[in-house]
Nanobody
Framework: QVQLVESGGGLVQAGGSLRLSCAAS????????MAWFRQAPGKERDFIGA?????????HYADSVKGRFTISRDNAKKMVYLQMNSLKPEDTAVYYC???????????????WGQGTQVTVSS
């Protein structure tokens, strides 16, 4: 098992940047594909991106964030990061870190979740 705790959310103006962190405990982080999702009020939890396990750094992103968001991982520190640049009001949501044994773009592929951290982008 793995436990996940997100941090780094907050209020930022449009065009600004934030870096979210996800601290993992439990099993070796390298065993998991790590993903970020977000959920706006009244909407489904949407895939943002993922860092694939055992891939030498391979990542995948949703089209809505490609070129603006970057996922990185430090397996030794058991940390995953989401660098968010050029933020837009539509990026406002609760952001979740997730871990799973395979890659996918839906919540079904991920077994472990953090509690989420709020990101609010003002116009």
């Amino acid at each position: 098992q793995v436990q996940l705790v997100e941090s780094g959310g907050g209020l930022v103006q449009a065009g600004g940047s934030l870096r979210l962190s996800c601290a993992a405990s439990g099993r070796t982080l390298s065993s998991y594909t790590m993903a970020w999702f977000r959920q706006a009020p009244g909407k489904e939890r949407d895939f943002i991106g993922a860092a694939i396990r055992w891939s030498g750094g391979s990542t995948h992103y949703a089209d809505s964030v490609k070129g603006r968001f970057t996922i990185s991982r430090d397996n030794a520190k058991k940390m995953v990061y989401l660098q968010m640049n050029s933020l837009k009001p539509e990026d406002t949501a609760v952001y979740y870190c997730a871990a799973g044994s395979r890659f996918g773009r839906t919540v079904r592929e991920y077994d472990y979740w953090g509690q989420g951290t709020q990101v609010t982008v003002s116009s």
